[in-house]
């Protein structure tokens, strides 16, 4: 998909439609998967709720990493300031309007994306992912302090969101929270496609490709980047919201390395470098994870582990990257 | 939507009842990672009982299933919570190492009609959280109080606090606090160490330079405790005659080994010893061994697997294998048996486990195995840590 | 004054244990550019060797350790033939996921082989207790490990700068392409390298056990504090490597007497201090 972009872009105005139209299909294929997901798996909404919430992290990762070839392992300082912006705002502000505690979530990742920014591009390549470590353990650590504020390693619990709009409760099949969660991931999704496919997401890959070209250019790489990481940083605090709201608890394995890790694996997974990659990274993992884990809760991290090599042996680019590659090939074969 | 909702549970009622014959326990514990050894000690506690007492409450029979939280996780935890009442249609739900996995439980209890056991979580407020929550294991305050007592009893004047810097290592320290000063004695500095600390040297001296007597430290089990422990004597405290006083999480038997004699004559205060000596204690211990595999890796969290399904049996019995939380709940407050760890209690208002405390040393026996030796035992101990809260 | 001779030895002991087994990750990354996340993992196996080397064969010490590394390279070789292999010269993402996998199966299969447990390796006699220097006392062990830190990196020093062999392999690592054409197997030089990578590994595992003991979760737990210590030396030097591992032992360990409860905070407030002022670690070369 990605070098397909590339070509309509080159291609110009009748490129364009088509890929609206693709962009349309795209979006109709994320539709009819959660309304699929929704009948097949009405049991398992939690957990598909569970998977949409870290999709929006892999994706917020995606754009830093996939678009602007920033190597980090601290992501999830974005996505935990999401989420317990949001919690906490519940719990000690009585902000318990989902759409409000969203809100707050989106305003804390993003200022936690400015902040990590600010740091993580003071470096390149190792160092820069050390910094990002860095992050993340500092934003764990203050969490882990301010336990009055945050309740520490216990968790923040009893966040309590209003029905949505007032309607619709936060209920024990998580309906309410599965459709929040499919909504925002379609909102997030076009417009992250439109940001992606401007002048400013072109600028973003060519600095990924060649960051003096673009410097001789006259454009900002540093600032391109800051704005790109804001952007980020929103995308993973919708993510978190939805945790704090669909779980109602906050730990602090949200600001984790851990956490911040299987993001990669999972974007890279998928594909770097394109949005669809990024969800359908996070969608095979965790579905793998949860199958495996489900039916051997002892040994499955060895099949996991397996998976990883698998991929990497036979499909390097990612599951998205070498099937659409794949396809890419015999379509012009067929030309 | 209320509507759908009321009949949709009514239809897993109904669905409870018609298919009464398997009643489905939902385990949810680390079976994997960093604490596998501590889920497959849950494992263990579940199988002795199973195997002693039977997979049938009166014709109707048990059947557990499993799911993997490896590290904390509450998101993780109530998905598969969720998943395990509604599409496995669990009666009871179970396990617990972590405090956040069983916080992000407790509001789905009343919807779903489930009651919850908890076979480890220790901090003390997870009973508050939902009228359907009963614990068979421990909190850190219940843990830690008494080692005050006996610190005081050796003659300790002034101690130094040594935890780690997250939930139960804050419990740990508040609670020895508490009673340490109530007994007239002065902890002359309490420090918090962070999780991921390895070495301890700088600890240790800092613990020397401070001037106590003793140090009472809590660090939670595993690679951290072997470290603690072999920097403890390798910088001397030891020989200085400086001593130390831990809640029994440090010396639990599955570490015993590697300890060695580095462990040998630390105190503690704890529910369970391996070592415990009753009959009903032997059995477990028997039974337990064989389905661990190895009996080095039996540990403190079997015992709360044990008595968890104890108290869950006596549930189904109660109700009649029909699902109906409340009467589950209600039937084992008060509720009072000999456990392996000898006689304890579910306490009706708080819904905890009212047990002994017992002071233990670390030992050699003949063979050259190691184990907690049971010499003062402080009886009928609650859970100080909720009056605390309040 | 004491508090800092106390404190100096405290960072020099930690300091060349974190050295000691993190060096084989700065020969991988460094001159192989393998960001290889499965170094953990290869030091776990030469713990769990020499665990049930000395432990249950009943072997000495000295053996236990020759074991353990020759018995961990023995296990990576099909590895590097059949998996690293295709990864070199990978963009590092990919070489991530396949060393995240690689990590992930093999704590699967340790836990499943020897339990969940912590395991330890038995001293021998001189080694165990503690030597008095006068104002404190300190492991004879931790002075075993500062001996064993200095000896590699003397040896690794000279096997890089002064030998044919490391001729070759800086040649292999600049410009792979001419060096073959100038007559170096560069597929050797790439597979001996890559078991030096290891038995330095697993050689830091047996020696480190004291204060990293070895359980299966020991592959995932201490990958951080090892990606730090390589990327702050920068990759593949190593002055830098032991400058950083000295450093950053003593910025640990002075956090840690001063300031326990926030040294965490210290530790990588420090570590972002570092990168900015040197963005390319210590003794990194401009690419």
């Known amino acids: ?335 | 939507m209320r509507r759908i909702i009321m009949a949709a549970l009514a239809a897993v009622s109904l669905g409870g009842m018609a298919h009464a014959d398997t009643i489905k326990v939902g385990v949810i514990g680390p079976f994997s990672g960093p604490f596998a050894l501590q889920g497959k000690n849950f494992k263990a506690g579940i199988d002795a009982y199973m195997a002693m007492h039977g997979d049938t409450v009166g014709d109707d029979k048990v059947e557990i299933i499993y799911r993997d939280v490896p590290a904390p996780d509450p998101a993780q935890s109530k998905a598969l919570a969720q998943e395990l009442i509604i599409k496995e249609g669990v009666q009871y739900l179970t396990g617990f190492y972590f405090t956040p996995d069983a916080m992000a439980v407790t509001p789905l209890l009343t919807q779903g009609n489930v009651p919850m056991v908890i076979m480890n979580a220790a901090t003390s407020a997870i009973v508050t959280k939902s009228p359907f929550v009963v614990r068979t294991s421990f909190t850190l305050w219940q843990t830690s109080t008494p080692i005050a007592q006996v610190a005081r009893d050796k003659g300790v004047d002034k101690v130094m606090s040594v935890v780690s810097d997250y939930g139960p290592g804050v419990d740990a320290e508040n609670a020895f606090k508490a009673a340490f000063t109530a007994a007239g004695g002065t902890v002359v500095e309490a420090i918090r160490m962070p999780l991921s600390t390895n070495d301890f040297s700088p600890i240790m001296q800092r613990i020397r330079d401070s001037g106590a007597q003793a140090v009472f430290a809590f660090l939670p089990s595993g690679p951290t405790t072997l470290g603690f422990v072999k920097a403890y004597n390798q910088n001397g405290l030891k020989e200085a005659g400086i001593q130390f006083f831990a809640p029994g999480d440090l010396t639990q038997e599955s570490d015993l080994p590697a300890l060695g004699d580095t462990a040998l004559g630390i105190l503690t205060t704890f529910h369970y010893s391996v070592a415990h000596d009753s009959p009903e204690n032997k059995a477990f211990v028997e039974a337990a061994s064989r389905a661990i595999g190895n009996p080095a890796e039996l540990s403190f969290p079997a015992v709360g697997a044990f008595d968890g399904m104890h108290v869950i049996y006596k549930m189904i019995e109660a109700t009649d294998g029909e699902q109906d939380a409340q009467k589950a709940v209600d039937a084992v407050k008060g509720l009072a048996w000999e456990s392996p760890r000898g006689p304890v209690e579910i306490d009706p208002e708080s819904r905890h486990i009212t047990e002994n405390i017992y002071l233990r040393e670390v030992a050699k026996s003949d063979d050259g195995t190691y184990y907690n030796k049971e010499i003062q035992t402080f009886e009928k101990q609650g859970d100080p840590g909720l009056a605390a809260a309040n | 004054m004491q508090t800092v001779l106390s404190i100096a030895v405290d960072a020099l002991a930690y300091g060349m244990v974190l050295f000691v087994i993190s060096i084989g990750l700065s020969v991988t990354m460094g001159l192989m550019r393998v960001v290889n996340l499965a170094h953990g993992a290869f030091a776990m196996i030469g713990g769990y060797i020499a665990s049930y080397a000395a432990r249950d064969l009943g072997v000495g010490y000295g053996v236990a350790v020759l074991i353990a590394v020759f018995g961990t390279i023995l296990i990576a070789i099909p590895i590097e033939r059949l998996l690293y292999r295709r990864i070199y010269g990978a963009p590092e993402l990919t070489q991530v996921l396949m060393t995240i996998g690689i990590t992930f199966c093999i704590i699967g299969i340790a836990n499943f082989v020897f339990g969940p447990t912590l395991k330890t390796i038995p001293l021998p006699p001189e080694l165990q207790g503690s030597i008095n220097l006068g104002f404190r006392a300190v492991a004879t062990h931790r002075l075993f490990a500062i001996l064993c830190g200095l000896v590699v990196a003397g040896a690794l020093w000279y096997l890089i700068e002064k030998t044919a062999f490391g001729v070759k392999l800086r040649a292999s690592v600049d410009n792979a392409a001419m060096a073959a054409a100038l007559g170096v197997r560069t597929q050797i030089v790439y597979a001996v390298s890559f078991a030096i990578a290891i038995g330095l590994a697993a050689f830091g595992g047996v020696v480190g056990a004291e204060l990293l003991p070895v359980e299966p979760y020991y592959a995932l737990r201490y990958m951080v504090t090892f990606l730090v210590v390589v990327s702050i030396g920068g990759a593949g030097s190593i002055p830098g490597a032991l400058l950083a591992c000295l450093l950053l032992g003593g910025i640990d360990t002075t956090g840690r007497y001063l300031m326990p409860e926030f040294g965490e905070f210290f530790f990588y407030l420090a570590v972002i201090a570092i990168v900015c002022v040197f963005p390319r670690g210590l003794a990194g070369r401009a690419k």
């Open chain 1, 1 to 335: 998909m990605a070098a397909l972009m590339n070509e309509n872009a080159i291609a110009g105005k009748p490129a364009r439609v088509r890929l609206a139209g693709s962009d349309l299909l795209g979006v109709a294929i994320v539709i009819a998967a959660a309304i699929a997901g929704y009948f097949l798996f009405p049991n398992n909404l939690a957990l598909l709720t569970r998977i949409i919430s870290i999709a929006l992290l892999v994706l917020s990762l995606d754009l830093v990493t996939g678009y602007c070839g920033v190597a980090t392992l601290g992501h999830a300082a974005l996505y935990g300031a999401g989420a317990y912006a949001a919690g906490m705002a519940a719990v000690h502000f009585g902000i318990t309007d989902p759409l409000a505690m969203m809100a707050v979530g989106i305003l804390a990742g993003t200022a936690a994306g400015l902040l990590s920014g600010v740091i993580v591009l003071r470096a390149h390549g190792l160092p820069q992912l050390v910094l990002s470590i860095a992050i993340v353990h500092l934003f764990h650590e203050a969490a882990n302090k301010a336990s009055s504020w945050t309740g520490g390693s216990d968790g923040l619990a009893s966040i309590a969101p209003d029905p949505l709009l007032g309607l619709f409760e936060f209920d024990l099949w998580s309906r309410t929270a599965y459709v929040f969660g499919v909504v925002l991931l379609l909102v997030v999704l076009i417009v992250l496609r439109l940001v992606v496919r401007s002048p400013f997401g072109m600028l973003c890959r060519g600095i990924k490709e060649d960051p003096i070209r673009i410097r001789a250019m006259g454009a900002s790489v540093h600032g391109t980047i800051m704005r790109m990481y804001a952007i980020s940083g929103a995308v993973a605090g919708v993510g978190g919201a939805l945790n704090a709201i669909s779980t109602q608890v906050v730990g602090l394995d949200s600001l984790s390395f851990t956490l911040s890790a299987e993001a990669l694996v999972m974007l890279v997974l998928g594909g770097t470098g394109s949005l669809y990659g990024a969800l359908i990274g996070t969608v095979s993992f965790l579905w793998f994870e949860d199958i495996v884990s489900a039916a051997n809760p002892f040994h499955w991290l060895t099949i996991v582990g397996a998976l990883l090599i698998l991929v990497v042996l036979f499909a390097p680019r990612g599951l998205y990257g070498t099937a659409s590659a794949f396809l890419e090939r015999r379509q012009e074969a067929r030309r």
